[in-house]
């Protein structure tokens, strides 16, 4: 159907960056808002930046100012440029999308999830 994986992640020191990627794939009529969540040690998920189709973007509070978010739509692609890294963003990484597919009997729509990617920022 559809999957999205992501890349790019990794172990840095504190003040570092990292630009992390993530390629959706499959039986895709159209990517529409795309993000990144994440979901550190003990904790919940959350949302930590989105971007639709046009490229309005939305950043979370905790990394304004050091995260930007963008995509490129010939590649399906969407990435989270991260500077200034703290250790309180270590965390996995999951790209979300809102995908509008083929199926057998048309199309269908539903959000997608990638698999992950580690981020470990030392102090």
């Known amino acids: 159907q559809v999957q999205l994986v992501e890349s790019g992640g990794g172990s840095v020191q504190a003040g570092g960056s990292l630009r992390l990627s993530c390629e959706a794939s499959g039986s895709i009529v159209s990517l529409n808002t795309m993000g990144w969540f994440r979901q550190g040690p003990g904790n919940q998920r959350e949302w930590v930046a989105g971007?639709?189709?046009?490229?309005?973007?939305n950043v979370a509070d905790s990394v304004k100012g050091r995260f930007t978010i963008s995509r490129d739509n010939a590649k399906n692609t969407v990435y989270l440029q991260m500077n200034s890294l703290k250790p309180e963003d270590t965390a996995v990484y999951y790209c979300n999308a809102d995908v509008k597919f083929l199926t057998a009997r048309g199309t269908g729509q539903n959000d997608f999830w990638g698999q992950g990617t580690q981020v470990t920022v030392s102090s």
């Open positions: 971007i639709t189709r046009g490229g309005s973007t």
